[in-house]
């Protein structure tokens, strides 16, 4: 089984980016909610950063928002 990363982010630029497991698929429970919008995520500083809607910024990227708690990740 792999073991997912403490932080893993959507986007290429970023240096916590991973291709290859984000094929797999990965789950995210925030709080105890399945969450299906997130860009990015840190388990052990507890945080998720997910988009707002189709909303993106002035380089086309999504417009997104941090919310802190509880951060779960699994392979889905």
Same mark, same amino acid.
């Given at each position: 089984m792999t073991e997912l990363p403490d932080r893993l982010s959507n986007d290429p630029a970023s240096p916590f980016h991973n291709a290859e497991l984000l094929e797999k698929g990965i789950g995210i429970r925030?709080?105890?909610n399945e969450k299906t919008n997130? /860009? /990015?995520y840190c388990i052990s500083e507890g945080w998720v950063r997910v988009s707002l809607g189709k909303t993106v910024d002035r380089r086309g990227k999504?417009?997104?928002?941090l919310l802190r708690g509880t951060v779960e990740a699994y392979l889905g």
């Open positions: 925030f709080n105890g997130v /860009e /990015e999504p417009m997104t928002q």
